[in-house]
């Protein structure tokens, strides 16, 4: 059975939002060469309820626009005068004043980028030489609620910052702005848990693994909070899998794991799946080479 990562979302319905009535999805441009400014507007323009609602030139002018605009999404460009994308992220990421998601858009297909993106708070890494349909879909699907990384550098990064030394021992003094969490963990690693649906799986099979001394469930008020239930999806959100192949390894509902999963990222006070896949690695609910 083919299993589909959470990093790589189904695709959505363009005319979704249009047809059921819904607001547009807000946007921001933020990047500080005006043609590119430009050639994004145009492409967004000619997409049903999606509204570019400002652009800035730099990290300082974004963070003063979003603050006034509000938007959804933030499209941010990383290298930029005065304060580049990657600061400007993390303010925005790192201010409970703002509720927009930050959507990162480079040139450079560089694992150091999706990590310093990643810690600083975005939900998406997308690159700009992607297909149109990729950066709609990529802006749609971080509205939502949802992370998204290209595919061709997700694994990459994720195994890096999982083996980062002295992750764990560095993880409550390093927060990450807007998440409650350290900049470190991510990794798409093999959960290895029990039959689907026994209860067998989640606290249990991890706290089995080899070097697991303690139940890592009990290592924070807010993992102790998961059902168990919730117990069992995160560590298979750790593993990328998305609602569906998550719903058929526990045999229950896309709709069930779907609430399921809300329920975890309200619980960890994290934005999207990314967030709570780095909460699960840097508290032991996950590990890489598992």
Known sequence: MTETSAFAPEPADPASASRSGASSVRVVLVDDQRLVRMGIRMILETEPGVEVVGEAGDGLEAIELVRAVAPDVVCMDVQMPRLDGLEATR?????PAVAARVLMLTTFRDDAYVRDSLRAGASGFVLKNSPPETLVEAIRTVAAGDALLDPQVTRSVIE????????????ASAAL???GIGPFGLAGADAGFGA???STGGAAAVSGRAGAAADPFAAT?????????EREVLPLLAEGLSNSAIAKRLWVSDATIKTHVSNVLAKLGVRDRIH????AYEHGVARPGD
Request: proline share 11%; charged share 30%; net charge negative.
């Open 221 to 229: 008020p807010e993992l102790a909070s998961l059902t168990e239930r």
């Open 160 to 171: 890096q910052l999982a083996r980062m030394p002295d992750a764990r021992d560095d993880a």
């Open 276 to 279: 709570a896949v780095i909460y």
């Open 91 to 95: 303010r925005l990421c790192g201010d």
């Open 196 to 198: 689907p649906g026994s």
């Open 177 to 179: 702005p807007g998440s």
